[in-house]
């Protein structure tokens, strides 16, 4: 397995990356490229899609712990993956024998696309004993976060009290199509990240997941505190530690610290034990 905060591996996206941002035409409204286009895309985007290609490191990267004030520091750590389509069919089996306890699966992007992996995916990560979520890739521009956040409801994002469901995840990170914010400005997109959280809230009583990487953060965001109050952090840098963490929170909940490695997909760890990742699903 990938050790935590070692050198990450080149990993199999990168060179459909590096062809496809050569390519792929450069937008300022996703609104004016097709559906079928757009549709034909998602299938090739997940959770940290482009972060090597925007280096993702924190800026001025400073200690932050693995484990929260009070957690067991000597429990091993508990890892875990996100898939998406661009994985297909998951021996799910496998991955539980090699010890991932959780996984995320992409269950929308936008309010155009559902993963039509997803049912093997989420149902085959329940049915092997992984604690499992589902997240969206969020597309700013296209719809709004209230409309963005009931398309994932009800398409596999929403969440219930079994001990094995995970609140859902917004994946928030650059923008594959065109300008890195959306071509929306700090205040717009803080709006729109708001109303996807409060949404999602009203839909589920859960309070969703916040993926995004401290350099998308705080450029397209001015560095918001705003879901610390709330929404657990899913952290995503490629580096040798967490990093530096958004506004206002002392802690994340997620890292997502490699593209590749013993795991399909991203590679990601809980700050936290077994225990605590089970109090999060259940919301305890």
Not at 176 to 199: A, D, K, V
Request: aromatic share 14%; net charge positive.
């Amino acid at each position: 397995m990938t050790t935590v905060g070692g050198p990450s591996p080149a990993g199999p996206h990168q060179a459909r990356l590096a062809a496809d941002l050569t390519t792929k035409p450069q937008v300022e409204n996703v609104r004016h490229l097709s559906l079928r286009y757009l549709r034909a895309q998602a299938k090739y985007h997940y959770m940290g899609y482009s972060l090597k290609h925007h280096r993702a490191t924190s800026v001025n990267p400073s200690a932050v712990p693995l484990l929260r004030a009070g957690a067991n520091t000597t429990a091993s750590p508990v890892y875990g993956l996100d898939v998406s389509s661009y994985q297909g069919n998951v021996n799910w089996s496998a991955v539980k024998s090699d010890g991932a306890q959780f996984a995320y699966v992409k269950a929308t992007e936008g309010s155009y696309y559902t993963n039509p992996y997803f049912t093997q995916q989420y149902d085959g990560s329940y049915d092997v004993g992984l604690i499992r979520g589902a997240y969206a890739f969020a597309i700013p521009n296209y719809s709004s976060g209230t409309t963005q956040a009931d398309y994932l409801a009800s398409h596999g994002g929403a969440w219930s009290a079994d001990g094995k469901t995970l609140p859902a995840a917004l994946d928030i990170e650059y923008n594959p199509y065109g300008p890195e914010c959306y071509n929306l400005s700090q205040s717009s997109m803080r709006s729109w990240i708001n109303s996807f959280l409060n949404e999602y809230h009203k839909r589920t009583s859960r309070w969703a997941v916040v993926y995004t990487t401290f350099n998308w953060w705080n450029t397209c965001t001015g560095n918001w505190s705003g879901p610390s109050a709330n929404d657990p952090l899913w952290i995503a840098c490629y580096c040798g530690s967490a990093g530096t963490l958004p506004a206002g929170y002392g802690f994340y909940t997620f890292w997502q610290f490699a593209d590749s490695g013993k795991f399909p997909g991203d590679q990601d760890v809980f700050n936290g034990s077994t225990a605590r990742l089970i109090a999060l699903a259940k919301n305890t």
